[in-house]
């Protein structure tokens, strides 16, 4: 898959708000990372590109199980989890279970307009706060860019393809907004209450985790 059968990446990092909270507990930090976007699309359009399994193949990845109330998922190749609540078609509720980590999904669905729907994605957990630490919120913000990014796709030219698996993830496209989507997380952190030093210093970090370089901190 090809640069220009993509939306405008710039454009798409910047139709995304991005918020962070962080509370330091001890033991763990309270986080959460939360974005949303506006999308040219009804809410019911929105919530089957969400909610149903041949939809979110053509996006996000292969998920298999029961999407119901109460019911168990996996993604393939990432997380699994629970279904804790479903109002269709405005919100529902997951735990996300990826190793032995287990945190929680929240994804609401809001009409903008007639022809017009924001989604809301948090993602919240308690963190190991070392890991906090070295990698920041980026480092679950800069999937869900990659997803949001996805959905951008499917949803204004009918794509098949989640952006994280194909050929585009491999191009310098790619790479460049990867490390913008960390730069904003960063810049989310920031404005949550974390210092300059530590916030860029976990971009960095997160950064070369997912170009796969190595990290030169000065």
Not at 55 to 67: I, S
Not at 105 to 126: C, F, K, N, P, Y
């Amino acid at each position: 898959m090809t640069d220009n059968q993509f939306p405008d990446t710039a454009q798409q990092l910047n139709s995304v708000d991005r918020a962070v909270t962080a509370q330091d507990n001890g033991s763990t930090i309270s986080t959460s990372a939360r974005l949303s976007q506006v999308y040219n699309t009804t809410v019911a359009d929105l919530w089957e590109a969400c909610t149903t399994a041949n939809r979110l193949a053509r996006w996000f990845g292969n998920v298999t199980g029961d999407l119901v109330l109460g019911g168990e998922y996996h993604i393939e190749g990432n997380a699994s989890g629970t279904v804790e609540t479903c109002d269709p078609p405005t919100s529902f509720t997951l735990t996300w279970k990826f190793g032995e980590e287990i945190t929680h999904l929240t994804v609401r669905l809001e009409e903008v307009a007639d022809e017009q729907s924001r989604l809301v994605i948090e993602h919240s957990g308690d963190i190991d706060p070392d890991r906090w630490r070295q990698y920041g919120p980026g480092a679950v913000g800069i999937g869900w860019d990659l997803g949001l990014l996805g959905l951008a796709l499917h949803l204004e030219t009918g794509a098949d393809a989640p952006a994280e698996t194909s050929e585009w993830a491999q191009t310098d496209a790619a790479r460049q907004f990867m490390s913008e989507s960390s730069r904003r997380w960063a810049d989310a952190h920031i404005a949550a209450g974390a210092s300059q030093d530590a916030a860029r210093s976990a971009e960095m970090r997160t950064t070369a985790f997912y170009l796969g370089t190595d990290v030169h901190e000065s």
